[in-house]
């Protein structure tokens, strides 16, 4: 079986296609082909993630895109079917009709596309659903129907948070087209999420069993390193910067001046609270020494870097050990693109292996967003369901 994945939650543009066989534990995947187009560049004007041009990008992106992926995969995918012309003709008046409004720079890629004329070796399409920011999330569901309607194969929503967790089970060997299985692991297990959007603890028996135990009151991790990124002048996405200053200050062994909060380490519950030290790194900024240009003195962020990686470090290591006690996991699955963040994952390596749980990280070309982990949750599931789809901004994974 072979399963086409599309994310468009946030603003990454991707597309996979995987294939399938067997099935349960001993079921195999081989990753046919895996496509991801950031506009990260195009948002770090703005300084995060802009709705309505992320939309307007994907719209724009997501056919030649899917142009590409196609053309990489020739030699994995059988022979493409062409559609009846008469049947075709009537199905692109209907995706006209149902487009022209919604979704205008969509249709017009669509329409001028090679691939719409003729089905792909695809037995199914896999979509995120959410959460993520409404207008992005509806593009790459218009397509996913479009596609789905055109072609008749079913349409599967898919929820980008259980993406991250299975991805993370997808050993790194997968990128190179060869048949793998997922990574076995001891249940009950646990999942810590940290992304751009969540942060979230949630208790696993299985596959496809969830039960978000803990999540952040305010900020994501990702959105705090974000913020603080920009309060030292660095650019969208934070993260990678962050990350870079706090390894040179590491590397060059320069102390932070500031000392900033660990909020909520000690409470008795598995939620996070990111909010207050965004405001502590803004009052230490205030007071931070600046050169005769007026910038901050760069050892100065590099400190604070160090610092503010320190805290999080502190605070998710104590949090998620305390939750590994509480809930017997003995398994540690760690996704989102947080998660591709080396000091933290040695941080969490650490206290795992001190209590004997088996950590996972994702493959670092997966750690963010993309279609693989996408395809891949659809492959999972024994029975997908096949439903009207709608875009959620708020929507988490099931509890079941
Ligand atoms: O999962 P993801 O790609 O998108 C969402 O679903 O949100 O996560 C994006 C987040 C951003 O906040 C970005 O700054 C953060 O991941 N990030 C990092 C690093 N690389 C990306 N955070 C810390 N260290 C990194 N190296
Ligand atoms: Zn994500």
Known sequence: MKILGIETSCDETALAIIEKRGTGPSAEFLVIGSLVHSQADLHSAYGGVYPNLAKREHGKMIV????????????????????????????????????????????????????????????????????????????GIAFAEALG?????????????????????????????????????????????????????????????????????????????????????????????????????????????????????????????????????LYAVRQAPRDKDGNIENFWVMGLAREFEDAVSEVLVRKTENALELSGAKTLIVGGGVSINGFLRNALENMCSSKNVKAFFPARHISGDNALMIALACALKSAPPERSLRASGTKRISDN
């Open 149 to 281: 309607k055109i072609w008749q194969v079913p349409v599967i929503p898919i929820d980008h948070m259980e993406g991250h967790i299975v991805g993370s089970l997808l050993p790194s060997e997968a990128m190179s087209h060869s048949w793998t299985r997922l990574s076995e692991f001891e249940s009950p297990a646990l999942s810590l999420l940290i992304s751009g959007g969540h942060t979230e603890l949630v208790y696993m028996d299985r596959i496809g069993s969830y039960k978000i135990i803990g999540e952040t009151l305010d900020d994501a991790l990702g959105e705090a390193y974000d913020k603080t990124a920009r309060l030292l002048g660095l650019s969208y996405p934070g993260g990678p910067h962050v990350a870079r200053l706090a390894n040179e200050a590491r590397i060059n062994n320069i102390l932070s001046q500031v000392r900033l909060p660990r909020p909520m380490i000690h409470s008795d519950n598995n939620d996070f609270s990111f909010s207050g030290l965004k405001t502590a790194v």
């Open 64 to 139: 030649p895109l899917m142009q590409k992926l196609l053309t990489d995969s020739k030699q994995f995918l059988g022979p493409s079917k062409k559609l009846d012309t008469e049947y075709l003709h009537n199905a692109k008046e209907d995706l006209t009709k149902r487009l022209a409004q919604q979704n205008p720079d969509l249709l017009e890629h669509l329409l001028g596309s090679i691939f719409i004329n003729e089905k792909p070796d695809i037995d199914a399409i896999a979509v995120t659903e959410g959460p993520g920011l409404e207008p992005a999330l509806w593009v």
